[in-house]
């Protein structure tokens, strides 16, 4: 499984936009670019995904380089609810990786103040 | 709420001792994944199953099994237990369990099992 590199932490001050950055220097042509984020005393809940074009949904944006090699998290305007831990996994769709298990890093731990 | 359930929330239990966690999924979602989570080692998988067979295995101890039922629902044995196995167990389902696009994974609440 192709490995993620991000910050361990990051901070933000409420109602500002956080950019959380990723890279996956070794990414495969299949692999899709996927984000989790894990709140304080919960399981990981997914947030969004892409493959080559930007991405946007009610929670976040997923902004992808055009290399693919990086890619960055946007949250809008965070909140305090949005302090957690956000993990950038790739996804394979091709292979004997096939199965749709989640290999997890360290992820960033992202802090908002008030 | 994430539509998948996981009983007990809390455990607490002995050395050597054995228990058994269960986690129902999601309505329609065939795949159930277990996972742990422990302050050393992150989030870990362990196991996937899909509509009752085993798909794929990660980092899952001997001492460890898992199987998932006619009616989707799956169950977690951990015997011979040691301090070490302390940690939250995580369970998520999915439709297909493939590495697809729209394969997002749900995580139930979490078990927090404690080894004493």
């Known amino acids: 499984d192709a490995k993620t590199t991000q910050p361990n932490s990051m901070e933000s001050n409420e109602e500002e936009p956080v950019h959380l950055p990723c890279n996956h220097s070794t990414i495969s042509g299949t692999d899709y670019i996927h984000w989790y984020r894990q709140l304080p005393s919960q399981g990981p809940e997914y947030v969004i995904h892409?493959?080559?074009s930007n991405v946007n949904n009610r929670m976040a944006s997923l902004a992808i380089a055009e290399d693919r090699k990086s890619s960055t998290l946007i949250l809008h305007r965070a909140t305090l609810r949005d302090a957690a831990v956000y993990y950038c996994?790739?996804?394979?769709?091709?292979?004997?990786?096939?199965?749709?298990?989640?290999?997890f890093g360290q992820g960033t731990t992202l802090q908002v103040k008030p | 709420d994430s539509g998948v359930t996981q009983t007990p929330k809390h455990l607490i239990t002995a050395t050597g001792q054995r228990v058994t966690l269960r986690c129902s999924p999601r309505?329609?979602?065939?795949?159930v994944y277990w996972y742990q989570q422990s302050l050393d080692q992150g989030l870990q998988f362990l196991i996937q199953?899909?509509?009752?067979?085993?798909?794929a295995k990660g980092n899952i101890l001997e001492r460890f099994s898992a199987q998932q039922f006619p009616d989707l629902h799956s169950e977690l044995n951990l015997s011979s237990l040691e301090l070490g196995d302390s940690a939250l167990y995580f369970c998520a389902s999915s439709v297909t369990g493939l590495a697809g696009v729209a394969d997002t994974q749900y995580f139930g609440p979490g078990t927090r099992l404690t080894v004493l």
């Open positions: 892409g493959l080559t």
């Open positions: 199953y899909y509509n009752g067979e085993e798909r």
């Open positions: 309505s329609g979602d065939l795949s």
């Open positions: 996994i790739l996804r394979g769709v091709l292979g004997s990786s096939n199965t749709g298990k989640l290999i």
